[in-house]
């Protein structure tokens, strides 16, 4: 094996048959930089400085993990590894020293060897293979809401009471689709990636009007860092809101957009009830026309031609929009509240450089599991199972619970279980810590 040191200017892949250069974590974080980007995998080190824009998940997704050790961030997004192997295999330019430990920094080795044999045991126990029964019901009791709000229209006239019976079932069709087309972009229902993405496609564009690349764009960006400022979009929201430790730098630099000791309360206004019917349609068009995503267009321009057209003759136009409005505010207060009550309580702030386990840990908490619960939030009241196996269908979260509940005790780590309405207030409890927080540090640095 060849010496520690840098490869010459850009030499590309490393050259079939020939020893491959060794390097150092010292060396390897001097490449986190836009247009050079290295990470490592198994050991391995790759350029993937030109390559990040071809990534699938997108450049900003694999490039959040410049200059790491992304092996497990890379089992946990691929369903064939193999397969994947053979498109890094031509940005492979070296390997660790023998002498460099697998991960940079302070990081717990144990830990990281003690989750990826947890990763093991659940793949040896089945954990990823999905359900058919399972999905299809869900599919299958989503199309049927849908049937049955137009029927009340249709059967009993577009009177106030059948009409927001018939937004409601659909708000519950629209955050059901939110889940079922979740699982299909983390590809964890069929065994092909393909037929994950155009089923996906089909709810999240003929069932939703929402495009999947941007979904997944945004998302997967969520998973790899999860409430770590300008790498996960979901917490990068100020200045409307501050969160985690945004609070004490706005404080200290004297900034004050908005009443941010107030912000608990200003969020029922403007969090809630508009954020899928205003930034998600707003930023989901945007994306779709500025990445030419022309076949996500087609697929939302189906779902709208299908719910106006469908209502149209009972409604009006002004009717018709009324209507939609309404099923998109009841559903984003389904978005919101679901979503966030795992994450926005959790520890929130800039980049760590944590291992995979401790970092998703850190960031997610699970709310007390029932019949009804389960259904209602899409599982997603397991997150701390989820966000260490995104892939894992959500029917198997129970399974693996145990045995991530004995990682956790045998080092030290919480696992944190909320009542359901506990994780509700706590959104707001945690809004209103930050903006004091804010005002503290305003007032008195």
Known sequence: ?????????????????????????????????????WLVIERRVYDISRWAQ????????????????????????????????KFLQPLLIGELAPEEP??????????????????????????????????????????????????LIYLLGPGWVPSALAAFILAISQAQSWCLQHDLGHASIFKKSRWNHVAQKFVMGQLKGFSAHW????????????????????????PVFLL???????GKKKR???????????????????????????????????????????WAASFYARFFLSYLPFYGVPGVLLFFVAVRVLESHWFVWITQMN??????????????ASSQLAATCNVEPSLFTNWFSGHLNFQIEHHLFPRMPRHNYSRVAPLV?????????????????????????????????????????
């Open 1 to 37: 094996m060849g010496g520690v040191g840098e490869p010459g200017p850009r030499e590309g892949s490393a050259q079939p048959g020939a020893p491959l250069p060794t390097f150092s974590w010292e060396q390897i974080r001097a490449h986190d930089q836009p247009g050079d980007k």
């Open 54 to 85: 071809r990534h699938p998940g997108g450049s900003r997704l694999i490039g959040h993990h410049g200059a790491e050790d992304a092996t497990d961030a890379f089992r946990a997004f691929h369903q064939d590894l193999n397969f994947v192997r």
């Open 102 to 151: 697998s991960q940079d920094g302070p990081l717990n080795a144990q830990l990281v060897e003690d989750f990826r044999a947890l990763h093991q045991a659940a793949e040896d126990m089945k954990l990823f293979d999905a359900s058919p029964t399972f999905f299809a019901f869900l599919l299958g009791h989503i199309l049927a809401m849908e049937v049955l709000a137009w029927l």
């Open 215 to 238: 979904w997944n764009f945004r998302h997967f960006q969520h998973h790899a860092k999860p409430n770590i400022f300008h790498k996960d979009p979901d917490v990068t929201v100020a």
């Open 244 to 250: 985690g430790e945004s609070s004490v730098e706005y």
């Open 256 to 298: 004050r957009y908005l009443p941010y000791n107030q912000q608990h309360l200003y969020f029922f206004l403007i969090g809630p009830p508009l954020l899928t019917l205003v930034n998600f349609e707003v930023e989901n068009l945007a994306y779709m026309l500025v990445c030419m995503q022309w076949a996500d267009l087609l």
């Open 343 to 356: 994450h926005i309580p959790k520890e929130i702030g800039h980049e760590k450089h944590r291992d995979w």
């Open 405 to 445: 509940k004995s990682l956790c005790a045998k080092h030290g780590l919480s696992y944190e279980v909320k009542p359901f309405l506990t994780a509700l207030v706590d959104i707001v409890r945690s809004l209103k810590k930050s903006g004091d927080i804010w005002l503290d540090a305003y007032l008195h640095q």
